[in-house]
Structure formats: C-alpha cells, structure tokens
C-alpha cells in the first residue's frame, strides 16, 4: 500500500485530495496545524500529524521518527498555502519560508519521497501577458501579486534541489463544495445581484475541484518527474459565463452592475484594515483586484499530452454540483 501526506489537508482543495486518496486505497497522513478544523477528515483511515512549519526542529524530529520506525512516505503534496493575507510578509513566510523549511528536513533526515508535488498557483506566473492569448510555459513568469511572487519563490526553491523528485502544479482560480470565496458570488446572486469587475471583459478560465484533484494523481502516479503543469479545465470563459452559470442553478433573475476598479479599491481600502483587526482578510482585497482586471487563459497541452487530461466539469456541470452542495449544506 503507497503511503501518502498531504499537507493543508483540512482546506477546501486538501480535503478533496485527502478522500481521493482514501478511495484509491493509500494510506493517507494528513498533515495539518494544532487549530486545524477536523470537518472534512472524519475517516477514521486517516492518520493525522500536527505540523508546525516555522519550527525547523519540530519538522526534523517528526520526519527522523517516521525514519526509526522505517515509515517512508512514498508521496508528499505540500499543498498548505495562503491565498490571501493582510501583509505581504504574510504570503512569504507561510507560501516560501514554510515550503522551504518542510524541504529542509525532508532532505536532512533523508526523508525524501518517491514523488513531491507542490500546490503552486497560475499566479506565480501572472495573467496572459500583452500580445498574448494564453499564459503559456515558455512565457518568462511575471507575478503581479505578492501571493504569486510567494509562490514563484518556493517554486525556484524546489527546482534548486539535486536528487528532489518533483512536480509543480499551477492551477487557476479552483470552485467547487467547500469552497469560500466563489460562494460569496453564489450569495449575491442569490439576492438578484450579478456584480461584474470593471468595464472590459477579461478572459478566464476555471478548474473544478474534483478535475484539480484528478490531475494531481494522475501526475503523482505517473513517471514524470521535475516538470511543472499550468492548470485549467482548458475552457475559456468570462465573468458574465461565471455568474450565468450560477444564476441558473439558483433559478435567479439578476440585475447585472458594472463595479468600476476605482471603486473596488476603495471598498479594499476600508475593508481591510477593519478585517485585519480580527485577523482576516476580505475577498474584495487589493491582490485580488490585481487579478480580477486581468485575463487568466493557460495553455494546457501539456497536461494533455502527458496526462491524457480531459476535463470532466464543464462550467455548468461545476456550477450545478456545488450549488447542491451549498444547499445541501443549508449555506445558500
Ligand atoms: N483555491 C484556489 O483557487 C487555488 C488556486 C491555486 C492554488 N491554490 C493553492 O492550493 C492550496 C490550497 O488552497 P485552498 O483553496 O484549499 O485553501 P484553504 O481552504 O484556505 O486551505 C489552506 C490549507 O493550508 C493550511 N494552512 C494555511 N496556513 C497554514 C500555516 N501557517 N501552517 C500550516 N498550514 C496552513 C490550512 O490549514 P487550516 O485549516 O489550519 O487553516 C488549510 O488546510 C494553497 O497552497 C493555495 O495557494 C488554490
């Protein structure tokens, strides 16, 4: 039986992973924090470690243990991650200081699995670049937010490593069940809103998580190693796609308004600092303004070329299982 450990396991993507893992019969670690919220991990098959990804010793004697008791992990997915922060410290201390510091021991206890994939972002690269269609692997990588620039760090951090087997996975904005940020669009055309950012009509692509958690396997299980994937379900939507879609899940008329950026910025600028004092960050925040005016389209013929990737959730299709999900859960 493979041995597997996913960390960020008790978050929205993780916890998908954690139960594909479970269904394909590995045994599954899951790697999560002291506060960790246990929701989504309630197989008794899991076996849980409580990390502390800033204490370096910490990280060492969990792995030399494992060692002494010839428990190898066969498969790591180093998938804990911050999207959003109040501080750009934030993004580079959890995104790269972290992922470094798991590296660290990995490699000092001689504990370095068969295959490591990290949970990067389509950010690291940045959206399609002027004169482009698509944000393409042999684009040079060009953040325009200092989560993707997090990212694009530990990224060149794994790639420096001799003898690390590893895959990078980049995917774009990613929905589905027990998913946060998505679901506040839901809420709002739930009440007969269908906001739209800005006055042009950037190009998107999406992911549904389920096709996320197919490709990570997929590529987990597979011979290729050292080689990194940009990830979408290879669709090119739009916002106006976005909210379509939802809108007839929910059976909803809308009224559709055009948000200018000028203002977004200015609800930004009120709401963070009064989310920063409960120690959160709002949706509308002034990263994710960097994103939302861009298009975000990536070519996906490696995956398909390698993985045979085809994916199973049009937007539609997507849409109509987490909307059961979010009613199910009596969140909508
Ligand atoms: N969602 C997307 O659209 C998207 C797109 C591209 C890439 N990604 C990447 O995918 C990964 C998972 O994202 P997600 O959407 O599933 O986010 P999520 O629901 O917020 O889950 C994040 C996970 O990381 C853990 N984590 C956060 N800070 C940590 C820390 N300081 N120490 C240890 N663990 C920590 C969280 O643990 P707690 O439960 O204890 O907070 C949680 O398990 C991230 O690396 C993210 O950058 C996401």
């Known amino acids: 039986m493979k041995r597997i450990l996913i960390t960020g396991a008790s978050g929205f993507i993780g916890s998908f992973m954690v139960e594909n893992a479970l269904s394909k019969g590995?045994?599954?670690?899951?790697?999560?924090?002291?506060?960790?919220s246990k929701q989504y991990l309630k197989d008794k098959k899991i076996k849980f470690i409580e990390f502390n990804f800033a204490d370096n010793n910490n990280l060492k004697k969990i792995f030399s243990n494992f060692k002494k008791q010839n428990i190898h992990f066969n498969y790591i997915i180093h998938n804990a991650g911050i999207?959003?922060?109040n501080n750009k410290q934030d993004y580079f201390t959890i995104n790269y200081q972290y992922t470094k510091n798991l590296i660290d021991a990995l490699i000092s206890t001689n504990s370095i699995p068969d295959k490591f994939i990290y949970m990067s972002s389509l950010a690291a690269y940045g959206p399609v670049q002027k004169g482009k269609n698509l944000i393409e692997l042999t684009d040079n990588p060009c953040p325009v937010t200092s989560y993707g620039e997090s990212k694009l760090k530990a990224e060149k951090y794994i790639t420096a490593q001799n003898n690390f087997p590893h895959i990078i996975?980049?995917?774009?904005?990613?929905?589905?069940?027990?998913?946060?940020?998505?679901?506040?669009?839901?809420?709002?055309?739930?009440?007969h809103l269908q906001p739209l950012i800005?006055?042009?009509?950037?190009k998107v692509s999406f992911i549904y998580v389920k096709d996320l958690v197919k490709i990570i396997f997929t590529a987990?299980?597979?011979d290729v190693t050292n080689k990194a994937y940009l990830v979408s379900d290879g669709i090119i939507s739009n916002s106006v796609m976005?909210?379509?879609?939802?809108?007839?899940?929910?059976?909803k008329k809308t009224?559709?308004?055009?948000?200018p950026i000028g203002l977004l910025k200015i609800t930004a600028f009120f709401l963070e600092p009064i989310f920063?004092?409960?120690?959160?960050?709002?949706?509308?925040?002034?990263?994710?303004?960097?994103?939302?005016?861009s298009s975000w389209v990536c070519d996906i013929k490696p995956l398909e070329q390698d993985f045979n990737f085809k994916a199973d959730y049009n937007l539609n299709k997507g849409i109509y299982e987490t909307t059961q999900w979010y009613k199910k859960e009596k969140w909508l």
Do not use: H, M
């Open 26 to 36: 590995y045994e599954v670690y899951a790697g999560i924090r002291k506060t960790s």
């Open 83 to 85: 999207t959003k922060a």
């Open 169 to 191: 996975i980049r995917p774009i904005g990613v929905y589905g069940p027990r998913e946060k940020d998505f679901y506040l669009y839901f809420k709002i055309i739930k009440n």
């Open 198 to 202: 800005g006055f042009s009509k950037p």
């Open 220 to 222: 987990l299980e597979s």
């Open 242 to 251: 976005l909210g379509d879609a939802i809108k007839k899940q929910l059976n």
């Open 255 to 259: 009224v559709k308004i055009r948000i």
């Open 276 to 293: 920063g004092l409960f120690g959160k960050t709002p949706t509308v925040n002034f990263e994710k303004i960097n994103e939302l005016k």
